[in-house]
């Protein structure tokens, strides 16, 4: 083995230190860490690995022994000072709406005619700031997840704020147009997408299950385009009708930009909202706003459900309030959970362990309801006669309206009981549908000479496709004196049945009638 000069094993082992040290501020690869302004595309990437930069720092006690020739250890004089350069801290954003700002990096629209759009709606979110506080504090519950996925898949930040845009971070929303849920997808897309939507439960409305789909649209827009502005722009008017104005402009020799688009007003301001929030989150104060605190930690983690399960026994195993369930869970839109078509649910983050806690020590049933499937047409009375419940708890459990009948093949929620006493499978749990048809009297009408078709239907006020499907007519066929007809006209209310009492089962306390129990307190009462 060699032996060192005393002073130049001094030297050895100080460049040692100094290397050490700066190797805490060198990010994974081997580049510099430097720290990127906010909005900058350095700054979403940073963003995106932070996380796991700062829970992968290296803690060694071992030497770290420098290579090399000795020649360059020579070259430090034995008396040298040595300054040591400035370590990049790494420390968590002390809440998440830093650790958002962090991940900004959508190109703004100063200097084009959209920027007074921005700041006119800048001003109008930061002139409500009661509005402010409501969406802010109703994301509280939902933003921690979507600002994970969204860093998780190295999109920009100000993705996370869309559905305040689209919903005002309601995932009970619903628009004049059938969209649904905090990102506001309508039925079709939301099925191109993998969200069920069936009698128990509408994955649009599912906190987990609608962000992956949003997520997944946006990139895929995204691609399309090649512009977050565009792709935000075919998110809200639709990609068919962004890429007609594109072909447009293209064939006109004009520019194809967003801000260069012929669009409605409603999609013109939807990128402008979107900015108008990045700039009241990256500056609250400038805005005069005030944020509510969001801790940079989940709100809420997910349970795994084995068997089918009432709503209110979850929420009397977590000590959770129903109410409080329902907002992390608001794709269920019935009193019980089937396991085979959701195999989990969310619960606040202290909640769930308690949870599962209390459902292994749990005895005796966990739900009170199954699935029917109705083998003809009937009308809710017969099918609540049919299985011990009124007909008010019949329609108000399954959401059937007045006047309306259950079709044959429907999928019905009723009392576990006697051979029904079940699961639900799971092809039944992700398919169920409630059909209906109107409370009709079947009557037989003998043409008259003279009389037309449409005639006939606006007497009796039907449509005349109607009554060609009831008659099985062809479009071009017409009718003749002394031909009868067959239509279906709405039943008169006093010609409706009486709704028979409610008569309790035999396992049930007689007290316990169906007729006073709405769909909610039905799930609490476990049935044998």
Known sequence: MIALPSSLLSRSWALAALLALTGCATL????????????????????????????????????????????????????????????????APADLWERMRAGFAMNSLDGTAFA??????????????????????????????????????????????????????????VSPVKAAGMWQFMPATGQSFDLKQNAFRDDRRDVLASTRAALDYLE???????????????YNWGQGNVGRAITRNERAGKPV?????????????????LLALKNIVAQPARHNATLPHIGNHPFFDSVPIERDIDVARIAELANVSEADFRLLNPSFNRPVIMAAGTPMVLLPWDNAALFEKNLAAHEGPLASWTAWTVPRQMSPAEAAALHDMSEAELRQVNGIPPRMNVRAGSTLLVPRQGKLDRDVPEHVADTAQVLLAPDSRRVSVKVRPGDTLSAIARKH?????QLREWNRLPANGVIRAGQTLVLHTPARAAAAPATPAARPPASRPAAATTTARTASTAASKTRP
Do not use: C
């Not at 895929?220 to 075919?234: K, P, S, T, V, Y």
């Open 461 to 465: 006020r039907v449509t005349v496709a």
């Open 116 to 173: 007074p759009l921005v700041e006119d709606r800048t001003q109008w979110y930061a002139s409500r700031p009661e509005y402010l506080q409501r969406m802010t504090e109703r994301a509280s519950k939902y933003l921690f997840h979507i600002v994970e996925e969204v860093e998780r898949r190295g999109l920009p930040m100000e993705l996370a704020l869309l559905p305040f845009v689209e919903s005002a971070f309601n995932p009970q929303a």
């Open 220 to 234: 895929q827009l995204h691609e399309r385009f090649g512009d977050w502005h565009l792709a935000l722009a075919a």
């Open 28 to 91: 994974p690869g081997g580049t510099a860490s430097t720290t990127p302004e906010a909005g900058s595309a350095e700054s979403a990437a940073a963003a995106s690995t932070y996380p796991a930069t700062a829970s992968k720092v290296r803690r060694s006690t071992d030497p770290v022994i420098p290579t090399g020739p000795l020649q360059a250890l020579q070259a430090v004089p034995p008396d040298a000072a040595l300054t040591l350069p400035a370590v990049a801290p790494l420390m």
């Open 257 to 273: 930009a967003y801000t260069d688009l012929s669009m409605p007003t409603e999609t013109r301001y939807y990128v402008p909202k």
